[in-house]
């Protein structure tokens, strides 16, 4: 069975940086069969992309994008979210996923096609 295990959040000012982390395991195949991804959710709302990673490739949100690189050593289990300049509206519970990827599409952005999913980890941004 498959476990993600997100660390890293806490509490920042507005414009500072913080780096998550998200170590997957379980995984029967190399970790490079599978698109990692991160999710968000603010309290009230629904949980929403932030990034997705296949092998090196990223792809993410337009309100983190310039801000936020996700990205992992080759080969290796553990993703990161490097997060930049970050504002207030970036506060959330940071979740992390994983699935196999299906190479005849792109890595989904849909919350719905990811099943693994770990605790989460608080971001919280003051003013």
């Known amino acids: 069975q498959v476990h993600v295990v997100e660390s890293g959040g806490g509490l920042v000012q507005a414009g500072g940086s913080l780096r998550l982390s998200c170590a997957a395991s379980?995984?029967?195949?190399?970790?490079?069969?599978?698109?990692m991804a991160w999710f968000r959710q603010a309290p009230g709302k629904r949980r929403e992309f932030v990034a997705n990673?296949?092998?090196?490739?990223?792809d993410y949100a337009d309100s983190v994008k310039g801000r936020f690189i996700m990205d992992r050593e080759y080969g290796d289990k553990t993703v990161f979210l490097q997060m930049n300049d970050l504002k207030p509206g970036d506060t959330a519970v940071y979740y992390c996923?994983?699935?196999?990827?299906?190479?005849?599409?792109?890595?989904?952005?849909?919350?719905?096609?990811?099943?693994?999913w770990g605790r989460g980890t608080q971001v919280t941004v003051s003013s």
């Open positions: 996923s994983t699935r196999l990827s299906d190479l005849w599409s792109s890595p989904s952005r849909l919350v719905g096609d990811y099943s693994t």
């Open positions: 990673l296949r092998l090196n490739d990223a």
């Open positions: 379980g995984h029967t195949l190399s970790a490079n069969a599978y698109d």
